[in-house]
């Protein structure tokens, strides 16, 4: 019966919602996250100060804040549950930050879980460079297995086949009201995208330098990327993968998880469910 069940979920994604990947998706990703941080460092040079600079740095953690609170761990790992209205308000802005769909991103990202630094991995350090997995993560293949439940809900799926379209109008948005915030989004997922993607570059199998705190597995917390990633708990990234469904990635007083506090507080105010871990 469940071997059934399972294949009829795989029928519906594949047949009645039309999920298939667009060949222009992983060209379009993958040259946003090369060009865009290069253009961050333009930009930066251009308009350079310190006010300037600490405002697009916390306008990067903000959205840093939501891929790793919804895409990672609401969406993917289902740690915490957002009400309907938090979960709409997740998925506009995860959109925003132009690192794939949701549906794509969860589906990745379970594969890179189910065989973590196996030659299966979509992104391991262990069996793919680095400059490919920092840059070209958007050419792996989502499988439909990882995809089920996505696949089944109507919120996923409206935000999946208009991706690209949101997108567009806010670019429009932004040039309307004044030209120059173009150049500073840019700027921001710029750097966003380059932060998010150096979590699976370099957490695992961590250079010395990037100094490594190391147990029995292959993932590593790492000092210095607690730091560049200011901090969204992803660095964290040996505590996550020993225990992937909690929704805090931290476990000791010294480390900072500040999206663990926001889901604490959104539980707080009856605007979410957190999963009972260990």
């Not at 992983?26 to 961050?40: D, K, Q, V, Y």
């Not at 460092?41 to 919804?70: A, R, Y």
């Not at 895409?71 to 009400?83: D, E, G, I, L």
Request: net charge positive; aromatic share 16%; with cysteine.
């Amino acid at each position: 019966m469940c071997v059934d069940i399972y294949k009829l979920g795989i029928e519906q994604i594949n047949i009645c919602m039309k999920i298939s990947r667009s060949t222009i998706d992983p060209i379009l990703l993958s040259g946003i996250g090369m060009l865009f941080p290069a253009w961050t460092v333009i930009w930066l040079t251009i308009n350079w100060s310190w006010p300037t600079f600490c405002i697009m740095l916390l306008t990067s953690w903000f959205m840093g804040i939501h891929i790793t609170m919804f895409a990672h761990r609401a969406w993917c790992h289902r740690a915490w549950k957002p009400s309907t209205v938090v979960d709409w308000y997740g998925l506009v802005v995860f959109t925003l930050c132009l690192v794939g769909n949701s549906i794509g991103w969860v589906g990745i990202h379970r594969e890179h879980h189910a065989h973590c630094d196996t030659d299966r991995d979509p992104h391991s350090p262990y069996h793919k460079s680095r400059w490919a997995i920092q840059f070209l993560s958007y050419f792996n293949q989502v499988k439909t297995k990882y995809i089920v439940d996505l696949g089944r809900d109507s919120r996923h799926l409206w935000f999946y086949h208009w991706y690209w379209a949101l997108n567009i109008v806010w670019f429009a948005l932004l040039f309307a009201i004044d030209p120059a915030l173009v150049g500073f989004w840019i700027a921001v997922i710029g750097l966003t995208v380059f932060k998010l993607h150096t979590i699976n570059s370099l957490c695992h199998r961590t250079p010395w330098f990037l100094l490594p705190i190391h147990n029995d597995d292959t993932s590593s917390n790492s000092v210095l990327m607690v730091l560049l990633n200011i901090n969204n708990g992803e660095a964290w990234h040996k505590n996550h993968h020993q225990n992937a469904a909690n929704y805090r990635f931290s476990q000791r007083w010294y480390e900072i998880d500040p999206p663990a506090r926001i889901i604490e507080l959104l539980a707080y105010c009856k605007l979410a469910e957190i999963k009972q871990t260990q």
